[in-house]
């Protein structure tokens, strides 16, 4: 029997761990706050914030959203994030991406101070997790860690393949990868839209993170038998539903389940992870910035 990996359930056990510490934190005056940045109409994007606050009222972290609007120049955006940096009350800053045109998204990465960055985008934070020194671990390969953990996936001596080479999944999962240390020691391969045979790659890999934004791009028979199938994937296809859509992952989970040993589903699997692990760096940040010692799941 395939291992289908219950996303929202792990998600739910890592909140109501963290919900402790927020506890702690916050009987010690220092109440974990983040801010949610939003300069977009795109809907997918609303969700996403609506549900990350969501998250922080559940487990009693305070959440702070500004809301810009989507032709204002650039300057007003760079400004609010300098002031969130000054807001001792807010620990942790979240700018959600993609950011529009008019926006330099280096610039905006570069601005939040990195004390507070818990997306870990600022060069400073990407820097320190190739090197293996990371002050916060970028949200959805930290979830992706962690369900492996939860699941008893181990990856020392396994054969990684991450599919895509994105600054948000595919290159911080093949750092986390790569380091010595737990969940980590993968001899580590990213394959991306240039790669010359993917399959060649996927079937080889005991272990499979698939970050391509590509609908359905791997199948079952991409993979190796018993392997642990990831799926990052959120795309929206036409489809003749009340939405006028559907959500689908980057890989074809029902031939891919007949193969794999293990697999997350979409929606379901990584996504809900990707956002405790904002609210694990949010009071991680907290932790810090207040110098009040928590445990953290
Ligand atoms: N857009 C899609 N994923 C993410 C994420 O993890 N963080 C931010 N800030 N924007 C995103």
Not at 69 to 95: C, F, Q, S
């Amino acid at each position: 029997m395939t291992n289908v990996i219950d996303g929202d359930a792990v998600a739910a056990e890592i909140r109501s761990d963290l919900e402790a510490s927020v506890e702690t934190l916050t009987d010690a005056g220092a109440r974990p706050g983040l801010a949610t940045v939003l300069m977009s109409d795109d809907p997918a994007s609303e969700t996403y914030v609506s549900m990350k606050q969501n998250d922080c009222e559940e487990v009693g972290i305070e959440s702070v959203h500004v809301e810009l609007d989507e032709d204002a120049p650039a300057e007003e955006l760079y400004d609010t994030v300098e002031e969130l940096n000054r807001d001792p009350d807010v620990h942790g800053i979240l700018v959600q991406m993609p950011l529009v045109d008019q926006v330099d998204e280096r610039r905006v990465l570069r601005t939040v101070a990195p004390e507070k960055d818990v997306d870990a985008f600022h060069p400073e934070n990407v820097g320190r997790l190739v090197a293996g020194d990371a002050r916060f671990k970028p949200c959805t390969p930290h979830g992706i860690q962690k369900l492996l953990e939860h699941e008893g996936v181990e990856t020392e001596g396994a054969e990684a393949v991450v599919v895509g080479r994105s600054n948000i999944v595919g290159k911080p999962m093949a750092n986390l990868f790569v380091q010595k240390g737990p969940f980590g020691n993968a001899t580590t391969t990213v394959c991306h839209s240039r790669t010359a045979d993917l399959a060649a790659h996927t079937r080889e890999a005991d272990i499979v993170v698939a970050a391509a934004g590509v609908p359905e791009l791997i199948d079952g028979s991409m993979l190796k038998e018993g392997a642990t199938v990831v799926d990052v994937g959120v795309n929206r296809v036409d489809a003749d539903t009340e939405k006028g859509y559907e959500l689908v992952g980057d890989v074809e989970f029902e031939s891919a389940k007949e193969v794999a040993g293990t697999i997350t589903p979409v929606p379901g699997g990584v996504g809900p992870m990707t956002r405790a692990m904002l609210l694990y760096n949010t009071v991680k940040a907290a932790s810090r910035q207040e110098g009040v010692d928590v445990t953290l799941p």
